[in-house]
């Protein structure tokens, strides 16, 4: 596409919401930022109970804290991750330089690249402990439901972040228009001042014109040949 550069066009642009919200990565990064808040607030309200002879409360993923403790910290950061990376988006048709949009888009594909795998990680470890979790940990089945949502939610977001990491992918293929964003401008102003006079072109030096005058007596004028 001529005239774009990363996906987006020359800086200075008028930011239209509904263009951006309409992108396909605005799309998954908002529901992305979904599944975080629904699988941190699953576990955080839900992922906690204890037995009715005890006090203290365990993770319902098999009494392992490190499950939940590990689904709430990544509901958390996945969640931040998603708003710092809607902000760059908004603010990425400003960015000038194409070097500097090329660094954001190489961002976008290794952070959400990484995500996808954590959230596989953590699909795999919380589906596992709900597996081999004691029937007797849990005699009133309580929270049930919200360890099933906040395993499939995990599940999903391993998609939704891979689809992020594709379409930044897409983005880093797409480059730089030649013409309207060549790495390699130089200004004409200063392309031209920088050029020699056509004077001195002649290896540096001014040609005089030869005075020398000649006296023709036919004719009775003075002649001058340059």
Request: aromatic letters at 16%; proline letters at 4%.
């Amino acid at each position: 596409m001529e005239g774009m550069a990363y996906g987006a066009g020359k800086a200075g642009g008028a930011f239209d919401p509904v263009t951006f919200i309409r992108q396909p990565h605005t799309i998954l990064r908002m529901v992305s930022w979904l599944f975080s808040i629904v699988i941190f607030g699953c576990i955080a309200n839900e992922g906690y109970l204890n037995r009715p002879s005890e006090v203290e409360e365990y993770c319902i993923f098999n009494r392992n804290q490190n499950a939940c403790n590990y689904g709430v910290a990544m509901g958390t950061l996945a969640f931040l991750c998603c708003m710092a990376f809607l902000a760059l988006d908004v603010y990425f048709p400003q960015i000038s330089s194409v070097k500097d949009r090329k660094k954001a888009v190489l961002a976008d594909i290794g952070v959400s690249a990484f995500w996808s795998f954590m959230w596989f990680v953590g699909f795999c470890f919380l589906a596992n402990q709900w597996q081999v979790a004691k029937t007797e940990d849990n005699p009133l089945s309580k929270g049930g439901d919200a360890a099933r949502a906040a395993i499939t939610f995990s599940f999903f977001s391993i998609f939704t972040w891979a689809g992020q990491a594709f379409l930044a992918f897409q983005r880093y293929k797409l480059g730089a228009d030649s013409v309207l964003f060549s790495q390699d401008y130089t200004d004409p102003s200063q392309d031209a001042a920088g050029a020699p006079y056509s004077a001195y072109s002649n290896g540096g030096s001014y040609q005089e014109p030869n005075t020398d005058a000649v006296f023709d007596s036919s004719v009775g004028y003075q002649r001058q040949d340059y």
